[in-house]
C-alpha cells in the first residue's frame, strides 16, 4: 500500500538555526499538508499546499516557516530560524482531493528537538 | 472556532475485554468526525469518519463509533482488544466552513494487557 515518508525521523538543531523537514506523499495525490505535535498537546494544523501554492494555513504558520514542493515527488517544510517552542513532531500528510470526502493520508513524522 | 477533548490521557484493558475510547468536540456548525490510530514508529492511519448519514460507523480491526449530536461525543469502541490494538488514538474534526483543516485531540494511549 502506498505511504507518505518523512526524513529524517528525529532532527536536532541549535536554537536560531534553518531547518528542512522533508516527505514524499503518495504519489498520485494532490494535496499536501502540514501538522505539528508539541509533546503533551494537541496534534495543530500548519498549512495546506495545492498547485504549487499554499491554500490555508493557520495562525502558527508565520514567517519563519516556508513549505515547497522543489521537484515532483518532495514536499518541504522549511523553518528558518528556529525557536525552542518549535520543538515538536512534525507530520505530513497528503490527499487526492480536497475536502473531509477524501481521506488525509500521514506519514511517521519527524521529531524536531531544538536546543 | 472547533475544538475537540480526549478525556483520557491513558486507557489500559486487559485482552479481550471492551474498551470505549472518549471524545467531545464543540463547534458552533456542522462537523465531520475522525478517528486515527498511530502505531509505533508509523504515521497517523484513518480509521473510522463520519460525514453524515448514520450515527454508527464501523471502520477498520473492529472498532465502531457512534456520533451523538446532542451530547457533542464521537466515542470509539471496541467490544474486545487485542494485544495489537496497543497505539495511540486521536479524535478529529473538521468542520463545513474550515475547508481541510483538521482540529485534533491530543491523544489516548491505549496499551493492552495481555
Known amino acids: 500500500e502506498p505511504e507518505v515518508t518523512q526524513t529524517p525521523s528525529h532532527q536536532v538543531t541549535q536554537m536560531g538555526q534553518e531547518v528542512i523537514l522533508r516527505c514524499v506523499p503518495i504519489s498520485n495525490h494532490l494535496y499536501f499538508y502540514w501538522y505539528r505535535q508539541i509533546l503533551g498537546q494537541k496534534v495543530e494544523f500548519l498549512v495546506s499546499?495545492?498547485?504549487?501554492?499554499?491554500?490555508?494555513k493557520s495562525e502558527i504558520f508565520d514567517d519563519q516557516f516556508s513549505v515547497e514542493r522543489p521537484d515532483g515527488s518532495n514536499f518541504t517544510l522549511k523553518i528558518r530560524s528556529t525557536k525552542l517552542e518549535d520543538s515538536a513532531m512534525y507530520f505530513c500528510a497528503s490527499s487526492e482531493a480536497s475536502g473531509v470526502l477524501d481521506t488525509q493520508y500521514f506519514g511517521p513524522g519527524t521529531r524536531l528537538t531544538v536546543l | 472556532a472547533q475544538s475537540v477533548t480526549q478525556l483520557d490521557s491513558q486507557v489500559p484493558v486487559f485482552e479481550e475485554a471492551p474498551v470505549e475510547l472518549r471524545c467531545n468536540y464543540s463547534?458552533?456548525?456542522?462537523?465531520?468526525l475522525f478517528w486515527y490510530v498511530q502505531y509505533p514508529n508509523q504515521g497517523l492511519q484513518l480509521l473510522l469518519k463520519?460525514?453524515?448519514?448514520?450515527?454508527l460507523v464501523k471502520g477498520i480491526n473492529g472498532f465502531e463509533a457512534e456520533f451523538n449530536k446532542s451530547q457533542t461525543s464521537f466515542h470509539l469502541r471496541k467490544p474486545s482488544v487485542h494485544i495489537s490494538d496497543t497505539a495511540e488514538y486521536f479524535c478529529?474534526?473538521?468542520?463545513?466552513?474550515?475547508?481541510?483543516?483538521?482540529?485534533f485531540g491530543t491523544g489516548t494511549s491505549l496499551t493492552v494487557i495481555p
Open positions: 463547534s458552533s456548525v456542522s462537523v465531520y
Open positions: 463520519y460525514l453524515s448519514g448514520s450515527t
Open positions: 478529529a474534526v473538521s468542520a463545513s466552513n474550515t475547508g481541510n483543516q483538521f482540529y
Open positions: 499546499f495545492y498547485n504549487n501554492e499554499i491554500s490555508e
